[in-house]
Structures are given as C-alpha cells and as structure tokens.
C-alpha cells in the first residue's frame, strides 16, 4: 500500500527545470528583468509544488549561473547562453 503521492519536483534538477520552463514563458517587465512573483506563483499553485522543492531549483538555478536574482529579492533575470546546464 502507498500512503505518498509521487511528487514530480521532488529533484532540485526537475524543479529547476520547471522554472525556467516558466521564466521562457514568462513576458519580461525591462532589461530582461521577471517579476520574481510571477516565477513563483505558477511553480507552487498551479503545478503543485512545495516552498522547499521552489527554493531548491531555484538555489540550483543559481549555482549553475542560469540566473541571476536583483539583490531586492524582487526581479530575477536569465542568463543567456546556460540552459545546456539544465538538459
């Protein structure tokens, strides 16, 4: 008997993967800038994730140099030429 459902970003490289999957979707504000909010909300209410599986594919997104997060904590833009690091 399972008693837990199968969470699909349980991996840092799944939920990684996912944001920047939305971030690609996402219509940039200026200078390639992305609200930070609308990276997150459709990671943890429409796909289901939890904060932890977020910040966790966003701490890898981070270490790989794929993005970059405004020191407000408020923007976060993409850096081009990394996403090879994350097939």
Do not use: W
Not at 32 to 43: A, D, S
């Amino acid at each position: 008997m399972k008693l837990t459902e199968d969470r699909p970003y349980a991996k840092p490289e799944a939920a990684a993967k996912r944001l920047m999957q939305i971030c690609r979707e996402t219509e940039p504000v200026q200078d390639g800038r992305l609200h930070i909010e609308k990276i997150n909300y459709p990671f943890l209410f429409r796909d289901k994730g939890t904060t932890a599986e977020y910040r966790a594919g966003l701490d890898l997104l981070l270490e790989r140099k794929c993005i970059e997060i405004h020191e407000s904590g408020t923007y976060i833009r993409i850096l081009d030429g990394n996403d090879s690091l994350l097939d």
